[in-house]
């Protein structure tokens, strides 16, 4: 019988970990054998994308026996020209996932230093770690990613990438775009700043700092999987310098965004009009989990993102049982993965049908905790 | 300004040559400024997904807001039955190539020998040279991909992969299962043998050797981007020995795949009437292109799969002049890379109109130069 020993896996794989970075909605439901009544745990848009892109889609489906551009041409066109960028500053993946991939493909190799935030984003990591990389960790600071103590913790380990995300997941935190461009300005020589934008369609406008492409320090990754409400047609992109961006030509699945996606993402971009329609609905729906929050007696964090996370009060063992009875419930949500920030769960906007099902389930399980 | 040797990429990137694997039709149409009106190069199917595909996808982009499901359970279930094998011997990718990309990935580093054709698929050579092993390359024989003398170079270089593929691209030669039966019980200890059967469908019945998924020296790739007409839907598969197969989940982008294609992919195995409709075209395409070869007074070379190789008769250079003259009159082809076969073209099977095409403008390129 084959055991792993007998397999040729390469040193760094043999010592990994098996299984996931999380585990998605699907599995949850099938594991539980609960299905959710409402879907408020991975920050999906429920909303949907635009219909003009549902249009696209739809016609484009019958286009699916043609290969999917490699290069993604027509929706980076439209993203450069959004953003005012070039052409060659501009490239597209199979979701912020997949260039991250490719990202620690180009830089990742046992001796190299990664610095991220303790219980940030886990799928970075898990790419990191999957190379062999050294990851440093960096405790949050009042429910903040904590600037200074990277970029401290970068200089200290003379670090290749330090990966931040503004807005923040999972505190839903932010950083003015003034403090972002000052953290840019000091980025220790040779750190690449991975700049993890997937929220900023739900920020404020002044988060965001400028997009330079001349900087090559700076790789500013976004995607079509939030506010844009097309998680499931996996397409993310990233924004730099034209060096940096085309030498993920050198390892990247060139075919590996799909066409249907492709199509479906040019037309979301091209209707700002439904974004911003959906934006107003994120904030109020962030108002509505706030007031929810408060009128349980419970604090919860300012946002700018679609999601809002809620401090429970208690220890990380208390907003695990919150968790574990909401799914129970039918209402799926997640939390942070590690203290102190795991004493909150996190709830993403959701219809109001969806809503109307939190409110009323949330409460019954607080009170049926106290 | 930034240079390259500004960029702290991994000694292994810094080696590498830029630039894509191979260039994409759209690729070729904006470079050479023509519409193809017959798209005969990629090896798709303009035959198109079954309508029952088609339906799904269009059901499925309302639901695109949501996460696709990062097990695909439905379409590895759906598959599993389908093939008679555990849940746990299949999973499914971004395409072929981006399970190739995650299987260098456990396999290949610096100092792993791999073996395969020379002229083979440029995509798998990519994804192994990206992680620094070293490819061995066996000559055709006879346009076949020639298996003793593969076999023989595993052993020599104590490879730890062996690509071959059955039916082959890009000459269309097949060997039967006896044969590939024969070859994989003699795979020298430590090999495993990629097994590339994307053109397994257009196959004769005796081509395929029975799958055993106890065996842990054979992973076999098959995909929905042929017969089943689903390019731009990037699904791929792979059947194997389950721990294999679960070890590709410490290193591949879980999100990867869109969950359009999955539902149309579930749809599409279900609709296996649909299959055998397409697979009788395809056959009956090849027939019409080697009477169209044998008109000009060409050999052609027999396939099982759904393109056609002709043998233009004289020398590469005499047969690239061929394809850049189709090329300007709008007809897409694509030829072998290597000597001695890149001494032909090769012709998917197109629909009617496309195969009108071809038929009038290739007498026109030859009557031209000849």
């Not at 896996?9 to 009544?37: A, C, N, W």
């Not at 000091?186 to 750190?191: E, F, R, S, V, Y």
Request: hydrophobic residues 40%; charged residues 20%; glycine residues 8%.
């Amino acid at each position: 019988m084959a055991s792993n020993a007998d397999f040729r896996f390469t040193s760094i794989v043999k010592g990994l970990p098996s299984g996931y970075p999380f585990t998605g909605p699907d599995t949850q439901e099938r594991q539980s054998g609960i299905m959710f009544q409402a879907r408020m745990g991975a920050n999906e848009s429920g909303f949907g994308p635009s219909p003009k892109a549902i249009e696209a889609m739809n016609e484009a489906s019958h286009l699916a026996w043609q290969y999917s551009d490699p290069d993604n041409y027509n929706l980076r066109s439209a993203l450069a020209e959004f953003y005012g960028v070039g052409h060659e500053s501009v490239l597209v993946g199979e979701g912020i996932d997949g260039l991250f991939s490719s990202l620690c493909h180009l830089f990742v190799e046992p001796g190299v230093e990664v610095v991220t935030s303790l219980g940030s984003y886990p799928t970075f990591n898990y790419h990191v770690k999957s190379r062999g990389g050294n990851i440093h960790l960096v405790p949050y600071k009042d429910d903040h990613e904590d600037r200074d103590a990277l970029l401290a913790k970068a200089q200290e380990t003379n670090a290749s990438l330090l990966y931040f995300s503004n807005p923040n997941n999972p505190m839903g935190t932010w950083w003015s775009a003034d403090k972002m461009q000052s953290m840019i300005n000091q980025l220790p020589k040779g750190t690449v700043l991975i700049l993890d934008e997937a929220y900023i369609e739900t920020a404020q406008d002044d988060v965001s700092p400028v997009i330079d492409v001349t900087n090559p320090q700076v790789l500013r990754f976004r995607t079509f999987s939030k506010l844009y409400g097309m998680a499931g047609a996996r397409i993310g992109y990233v924004i730099g310098h034209p060096e940096l961006i085309s030498t993920f030509d050198k390892v990247r699945n060139h075919y590996g965004v799909n066409l249907v996606g492709q199509r479906g993402a040019v037309a979301a971009l091209h209707d700002q009009t439904y974004l911003e329609k959906v934006k107003q609905k994120v904030i109020k729906g962030r108002d509505r989990i706030h007031a929810i929050a408060k009128a349980n007696g419970l604090q919860s964090i300012p946002s700018a993102t679609n999601f809002v996370t809620i401090d429970c009060g208690r220890d990380s063992d208390f907003a695990k049982l919150v968790l574990s009875k909401m799914l129970k419930r039918g209402v799926f949500l997640r939390m942070p993965g590690v203290e102190p920030q795991a004493k909150c769960i996190r709830v993403s906007v959701g219809l109001d049908y969806e809503m109307d099902i939190f409110e009323k389930e949330f409460e019954a399980v607080l009170k049926e905790l106290s």
